[in-house]
């Protein structure tokens, strides 16, 4: 391969600063994360980006049973009718669902919805299966695919099709359910933050941005390179609501029959376009060991020299031995291709070993989240190293992502300060009236919503950043994903 | 609770030698591993059914890995017209695939096929990857739903919605193609035998049952309790055919282009059906302890008294840090109801601890597969008798298994005693002119279908059991799920 050759990477990838957009459509097609599917807005998750969900799933799998709940599989059909039942679920569900009309040739007799999420199926289930107080709490998560009929679609972040968790969770009272929903949330927020190392905002919905048929929605929210916004995963207190419509109640010990309190929380495929923005460069992809399909790559140089191969093969199984993903790129690729095709694909530590290494007993060792940094490294202490090196590299990217949110964050007292903050694509606290008029408003000239309430409310008696009514809330604005 | 309860899960299933059928359904409901879904022939899997899922799926998937494959995931919805691309594919699926023609109130422009399998899909975005022989092989897994809409259902067996792994690879040649065919098939078969404890035939379907658009399929076929075979696993050779379809096409080492040859594989939540009819029983249900979602329940007797709990965490804590899956039934439920209801869930193995074991020392453990087989154990040495036992039950159910396929499995010679045979529910090896009017015939007069044709064909100059035209291939004859 000709010098030209190994810059070819970095020059197919737009640039993150002049057309961040069209930079992540690049970076998703170029590391091969994912591919288009025949049906529009459909995606193909390819192997290396299957992988990291797997690391996601893996992750977040250990934490849900660690805290009582259980996996199961609901039916993905369920009559249009199931959805009608709770009104808000309907309104906001109804225009967006997939329907099967027909098998081969013939007209089924009730129209199928595919699932866009699965309250309504497990509530019918949860009716049947709960008599008693001794049956709760019911804590079940679910693996599956939903279906969701987006105008506009991006890999990963919106698509028609994608790959989901689903915790539905039912409790005989409504201070456990909160509690719930609110751990759930810390979860999510603290999985963000150690696996993923994206700094996250955590807070409450507005009533409008909430989930529909919930009582009060959760999220964790991340700021994007850009300056934009992600919901990166929420929470619902359901309260009574779909108890009511599915007839969910349960004999108390008092001998009363009363309704259960609901939950609900999900994470997504969406992750992976979080992990994208939240730390790519110009020169790619950039993974937190912590998910990175894999975490070290072995670069022989001039392989064909006596030992080069056998030491990297004795590195390779001693890194595997230590529980370290790893691998050995022996392909025909020149050595300036491996390491930036290695680099775009976010590989957070790249070894390389020559003839010239071997006599000083050592290995070049280069971490992908510090850019043109390099270190020699003797072949003894290169396991430690390596190890060390990536619990470094989590931390740190964690660190950038957090000094970014911060630095990105300001507090907007008026429409001047909202307006600018804004379109300087920072995220903006402010005091507000609670009314949806004020969103709906700011939303309409700045293309801003609501992300979520902190949880540190102090109002000092504030106005409202749009109307000037008295303020109920802190609130964060920013444009969103 | 009195000894009427205590009684009262053997009581409401149905006897397994009068009603199986019966039998398998109430297994199902009683022993929670599903329910029926809101759509005819859908089904909920359960926490309990779902945790032998996920147990199956993590020793599947390594093993997948461990021989090079790689997971991914494809959009469930594709256009109708790719099924029509390969003519015998569409003409055994076309009549049984759910349709997605409107979203929300909207017609679409085209008709969408929830995937009934996934070669046509996965085809057409292999007919953009694969360009060279350096692409080559592929080897790519998916855990997914489909849907297949089938008349007659029951849980785990049939049902419109299922979960499984489909393997989908190409390579270079039909010689690499075929072996991996084959050595998937092993794979099956060794999983079968090692994790399900369920011995099974393996050898080559007739062209009559093979997989539609396949050029051969391969399958496992384990005999159930009843004597009827269950297809269990199926592994494809595809050739060149939906390769000459999608038009999936490499540049050979020569410089010509080349048509892949193609293989896929799969088993589903069906082992689920496999494990309830090759290992229950009049009590239950009967796991094997490699996919047992609870491997040990540890029964406390009269737990106020001073020490029970105690040492019933200790050995809890004991066991677990040895990797055994173990519970504690702390329950309120009388000590006799416990012992009936983990008999009946299939527990491997139950032990109990009740005051009077203290004094000795001891606890009593009894184990699932050998009915009313008690025996003491000295507390010191508890963790490696338990580990030994889980072993030696392994071991056990799988030799039963094995002593129950010989027992009925027979020769059959002519049309006589094929009857013969298959109305005793045992399988039949039969010499076979290879013509589907024989099968045509057999299944019309017994109900009884083509299973596979062993690897050993010493066909000695016999003819078919039907025709007596001189014999091509020995086959076994069996009724079947």
Redesign the interface.
């Known amino acids: 391969m000709s010098k030209q050759d190994d810059k070819k990477f970095v020059q197919e990838i737009a640039d993150i600063n002049l057309d961040f957009a069209q930079w992540y459509t690049d970076i998703v097609k170029k590391t091969d994360l994912a591919?288009y599917?025949?049906?529009k807005g459909?995606?193909?998750?390819?192997?290396y980006g299957?992988?990291i969900?797997?690391n996601i799933q893996a992750e977040l799998d250990k934490r849900f049973k660690a805290s009582g709940h259980?996996?199961?599989?609901?039916?993905?059909?369920?009559?249009l009718q199931?959805l009608q039942r709770e009104a808000e679920h309907v309104e906001g569900f109804?225009?967006?669902?997939?329907?099967?009309?027909?098998?081969?040739?013939t007209e089924l007799a009730e129209?199928?919805v595919?699932r866009p999420t699965s309250e309504t199926?497990i509530c019918?289930?949860y009716s049947?299966?709960i008599k008693s107080y001794r049956d709760l709490p019911v804590k079940?998560n679910q693996w599956?695919?939903v279906?969701r009929?987006e105008k506009t679609t991006r890999p990963f972040l919106r698509t028609?099709?994608f790959?989901w968790q689903e915790g539905h969770t039912a409790h005989s009272s409504q201070i456990e359910a909160e509690q719930e929903t609110l751990d759930m949330l810390k979860e999510y927020e603290d999985f963000a933050k150690t696996t993923l190392a994206i700094s996250v905002l955590t807070g409450k919905k507005s009533q409008k941005e909430k989930f529909a048929g919930a009582v009060d929605t959760y999220s964790i929210e991340a700021m994007m390179l850009d300056g934009k916004c992600l919901q990166a995963g929420t929470t619902h207190y359901l309260g009574t609501n779909f108890a009511k419509a599915f007839d969910i109640k349960y004999l108390d010990r008092d001998n009363q029959q009363k309704l259960v309190h609901q939950t609900s929380w999900g994470v997504s495929t969406r992750l992976i376009g979080a992990i994208i923005m939240a730390h790519g460069d110009n020169r790619g992809l950039a993974l937190p060991p912590a998910i990175a399909p894999i975490q070290v790559i072995i670069i022989p140089i001039a392989s064909h020299k006596a030992g080069v191969n056998d030491v990297c093969l004795d590195i390779f199984n001693k890194l595997k031995s230590a529980n370290i993903r790893v691998q050995i790129d022996n392909s025909d690729k020149s050595t300036g291709y491996k390491y930036n095709e290695w680099e775009m694909k976010g590989v957070p530590i790249q070894i390389a070993i020559g003839p010239n290494d071997l006599e000083l007993s050592q290995a070049i060792i280069k971490r992908r989240d510090i850019i043109d940094q390099k270190q020699a490294c003797q072949l003894s202490n290169i396991i430690q190293t390596t190890q060390n090196m990536l619990q470094d590299i989590q931390q740190n990217m964690l660190q950038k992502s957090q000094k970014h949110l911060e630095k990105h964050t300001v507090i907007a007292n008026n429409m001047q300060e909202l307006t600018q903050a804004i379109q300087n694509n920072n995220f903006a606290l402010c005091s507000w009236c609670g009314q949806s008029k004020c969103e709906d408003k700011i939303k309409e000239t700045l293309q801003a919503t609501t992300r979520n309430m902190p949880f540190d409310q102090h109002l000092n008696n504030s106005n409202c950043v749009c109307c000037s009514d008295k303020a109920k809330h802190k609130i964060y604005f920013a444009k969103a994903y």
């Open positions: 591919d599917g025949p049906v459909t995606m193909i998750i390819k192997p299957y992988a969900w797997e259980v996996n199961a599989y609901f039916p993905m059909f369920f009559p199931y109804a225009p967006e669902v997939a329907l099967v009309t027909h098998v081969g040739e129209k199928l595919v199926i019918e289930a049947k299966w079940i599956a695919n279906v009929w028609t099709e790959l």
